[in-house]
């Protein structure tokens, strides 16, 4: 069974750091295209950085370059996040995502695996 756990969501202030990681088991997900998705309530998930073409190419959402920084380590089939100068803007449940292919995709539409979702606060 494919599983995708995040770990490293929490609280923190204005212009904090934290740092999320994904672990996935029950496959390997070296050549695929994986991201990090966040949503709030009543609105749609958005997709915030990714990585498609077995790490070839990055992908971040205009409001987080320069602030976040996706990596993975394919050794240890994990993925992760490290998001500097938070904003209360960037509160939300981020999520762990992954396709059956290398494409880079943009949309959750376009994704097959998820974790649960970890939850992130930021507070002024």
């Known amino acids: 069974q494919v599983q995708l756990r995040e770990s490293g969501g929490g609280w923190v202030q204005t212009g904090g750091s934290l740092r999320l990681s994904c672990a996935g088991s029950?496959?390997?997900?070296?050549?695929?295209?994986m991201g990090w998705f966040r949503q709030v309530p009543g609105k749609e998930r958005d997709l915030v950085a990714a990585?498609?073409?077995?790490?070839?190419?990055?992908y971040y959402a205009d409001s987080v370059k320069g602030r976040f920084t996706i990596s993975r380590d394919n050794a240890k089939n994990t993925m992760d996040l490290q998001m500097n100068s938070l904003t209360p803007e960037d509160t939300a449940v981020y999520y762990c995502?992954?396709?059956?292919?290398?494409?880079?995709?943009?949309?959750?539409?376009?994704?097959?695996?998820w974790g649960q979702g970890t939850q992130v606060t930021v507070s002024s």
């Open positions: 990585f498609g073409w077995a790490g070839v190419k990055t």
């Open positions: 995502a992954a396709r059956s292919g290398d494409g880079l995709g943009y949309v959750k539409y376009e994704y097959d695996y």
């Open positions: 029950g496959a390997t997900f070296n050549n695929n295209a």
